[in-house]
């Protein structure tokens, strides 16, 4: 039973904009952190943004500051990425995830235990 759904991805220029979205209806109405990961091809998922349900806290990954922005509708039930100013290096599959249960964010993907099936971001030059 797929629990959380992404949807947003696509292709874009260098420089544009996509802005991805994951219905999580379990998961928004207790305090937890909510995670965006990704994976380009032949490389290892690494953690991109994070945010505490509860209190908005974020967090971020060096390589997106300043362009990405994490954000949640608790009353949607839904985790967003707004991704701007895009460059190649930000092609991959990208993955909404959800952890535990009042355990804080961290980039430790094991802490996280419900996982999306993915939307693919593609940016070409």
């Known amino acids: 039973q797929v629990q959380l759904v992404e949807s947003g991805g696509g292709s874009v220029e260098a420089g544009g904009s996509l802005k991805l979205s994951c219905a999580a209806p379990?998961?928004?109405?207790?305090?937890?952190?909510m995670g965006w990961f990704r994976q380009a091809p032949g490389k290892e998922r690494e953690g991109v943004a994070t945010?505490?349900?509860?209190?908005?806290?974020?967090s971020y990954a060096d390589s997106v500051k300043g362009r990405f922005t994490i954000s949640r509708d608790n009353t949607k039930n839904t985790l967003y990425l707004q991704m701007n100013s895009l460059k190649p290096e930000d092609t991959a599959m990208y993955y909404c995830a959800a952890g535990r249960v009042w355990v804080g964010c961290t980039w430790d993907q094991s802490e996280y235990n419900y996982w999306g099936q993915g939307t693919q971001v593609t940016v070409s030059s």
């Open positions: 945010i505490w349900t509860g209190g908005g806290s974020t």
């Open positions: 379990r998961y928004m109405d207790s305090d937890r952190c």
